[in-house]
């Protein structure tokens, strides 16, 4: 029997007995994790931290101890194409901890909730630790076995040089952690921030059902592998969707801080930067490796994470490709409603542009266009609505970000199935559309000519891109170094030419 466990959504689609993505992901219980005593927003992304580093952390102990139970089998069952896989993965998620831990830290200097960030950061100590000794336990199986067994003499040197590598960005991690919080002695035990066994065991209820021997130690764990790099956003997604409700929520007040505004939604930008480099994890395993249990995802797909369509709404895309997709998808659950009923950061920005008197009309894009081109051409004087115009940079910023994160995700896409049919509500679309020189199958959309499409979807932030169209260009040579605009781009000074003398 399919257990649809904890899912609210009614993603009926064509096939209504599929479970859906909320399901195989299990969204609600991760969500569930989140202690309702979190009031504040830092607290909220405190605590994402927290347990999206527990879950990356299971999954790097999962590939070292399926390398250290290799390597201690007897006789030993040793493949090193296998052990370098599962290292080069270790060493991906250490980067990401990495970029995870410098946000973090940004949020604790920037941030009212300093002591909280502290205790968050330092919980997660214990953790660190015991994967810095499982690695360093699997070194010195290496050493050991590269004394016993020297005609293996160069695939051990290679796995070696990827553990010394994983070990130098784990440590570089726990200094990046050690910095962002001074006491750790100060620090609360991590069982007291994050019930890591919920939040692991979401995993283990959908692997229990598709792939048990995945949960034997020492097995397979690309499907673990598969789900984790879904719920590390899943956990991400609620805390970056209330920084941006804090954005907008200042934006539309009787006097807005923009400057803070700003600094908001250059964190939100930076998350999407995490997102782009977490989007390429599922390749730390190969495409054979995906495939062996593709047909047992029962469906399942990005495509129906209404976590990623609440941001992506709230941010203000709402192109119509993208809400009749909704519609088709049965993607418009009461949450996404009540989303898109509310104003976008793009809304509430061109409301402030109003307010401020740059624009007359909130709604004309065309003219928001104008009006932004000329706000920001130099004129010699102090621009008076400088911070608006430095928001509207920052805005482009993170759209340029959510771009990048499309294209990673295309081209991940197409790495690990090419152009097989799309298993999500994508491929339940009996109208093809174009496929955009894709082949279609039987009548089914695949899932590259849809996210060909998502490419093309209007901008959020249109008119702040067309503004960079309606610049003139004689207005800004016009005003090219004069006082108050701002400096020249340096020019690289040429040394001066040596006449060359003819020797006689
Ligand atoms: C092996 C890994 C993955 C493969 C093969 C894959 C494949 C696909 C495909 C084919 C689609 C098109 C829609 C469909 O046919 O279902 C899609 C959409 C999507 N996927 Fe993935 N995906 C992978 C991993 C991920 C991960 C880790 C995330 C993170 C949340 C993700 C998020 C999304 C989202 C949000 C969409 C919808 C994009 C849009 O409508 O704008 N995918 N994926």
Not at 43 to 56: I, Q
Not at 409 to 425: K, P
């Amino acid at each position: 029997m399919v257990e649809h466990a904890g899912c609210p959504h009614l993603f009926v689609g064509k096939r209504p007995q599929r479970p859906h993505y909320c399901s195989y992901i299990q969204v609600e219980r991760l969500l569930d994790t989140f202690p309702a005593t979190l009031s504040s927003t830092e607290d909220r992304l405190f605590y994402s931290f927290c347990s999206s580093s527990v879950l990356w952390l299971h999954q790097q102990s999962s590939d070292l101890g399926a390398v250290h139970d290799a390597l201690t089998s007897k006789p030993v069952q040793f493949n090193y194409a296998e052990a370098c896989k599962r290292l080069r993965r270790c060493l991906a998620v250490a980067n990401i901890l990495s970029q995870q831990s410098l946000l973090a830290r940004a949020i604790a200097h920037g941030g009212r909730n300093q002591a909280g960030l502290r205790v968050a950061a330092g919980a997660t100590l214990p953790l660190l630790a015991q994967t810095s000794e499982r690695m360093q336990a699997v070194a010195s199986l290496l050493e050991r076995r590269r004394k016993h067994k020297p005609d293996a003499g160069d695939e051990l040197d290679l796995t070696m040089t990827m553990l010394i590598d994983c070990q130098q960005q784990f440590e570089a991690r726990t200094r990046q952690v050690l910095q962002a919080f001074s006491s750790p002695e100060a620090s609360l035990p991590l069982s007291d921030l994050v019930d890591a066994g919920a939040l692991l065991e979401s995993a283990q209820v959908t692997l229990r059902r598709h792939h048990p021997q995945a949960l034997r130690r020492g097995a397979t764990h690309d499907e673990l592998l598969f789900i984790t790099s879904h719920q590390v956003f899943e956990m991400w997604f609620p805390s970056v969707l209330a920084l941006l409700d804090d954005a907008i929520d200042q934006l539309l007040s009787e006097r807005p801080a923009l400057t803070r505004v700003e600094a908001t939604v250059r964190r939100v930008q930076a998350f999407y930067r995490l997102f782009c480099e977490m989007i390429q994890m599922p390749q730390a395993m190969s495409a054979a490796d995906y495939l062996a249990f593709r047909s047992q995802l029962e469906g399942g797909s990005g495509l129906e994470s209404v976590g990623f369509r609440a941001l992506e709404i709230t941010i203000g895309q709402r192109d119509p490709i993208l809400l009749r997709n909704l519609l088709q998808m049965q993607l418009n659950t009461d949450e996404l409603a009540t989303r898109l009923a509310r104003p976008s950061l793009s809304d509430a920005y061109l409301a402030q542009l109003h307010r401020a008197g740059v624009i007359a009309d909130p709604t004309d894009l065309e003219q928001a266009a104008k009006a932004i081109a000329r706000a920001i051409r130099p004129t010699g004087a102090p621009n008076p609505h400088g911070e608006l115009m430095a928001l509207g940079e920052t805005m482009l910023e993170l759209e340029q970000a959510m771009e990048t994160w499309r294209r990673n995700h295309l081209s991940m896409v197409d790495r690990m199935i090419g152009y097989r049919q799309s298993l999500g509500v994508a491929g339940d679309d009996p109208q093809p559309m174009e496929a955009q020189g894709c082949p279609v199958h039987a009548g089914k959309k695949d899932g590259r000519p849809y996210l060909l499409q998502t490419l093309g979807y209007r901008r959020a932030f249109s008119y702040l891109w067309e503004a960079r169209t309606r610049l003139r260009e004689e207005d800004m040579r016009r005003w090219l170094g004069a006082p108050g605009t701002l400096p020249l781009p340096v020019q690289a000074v040429r040394p001066p030419r040596v006449p060359v003398v003819e020797k006689a």
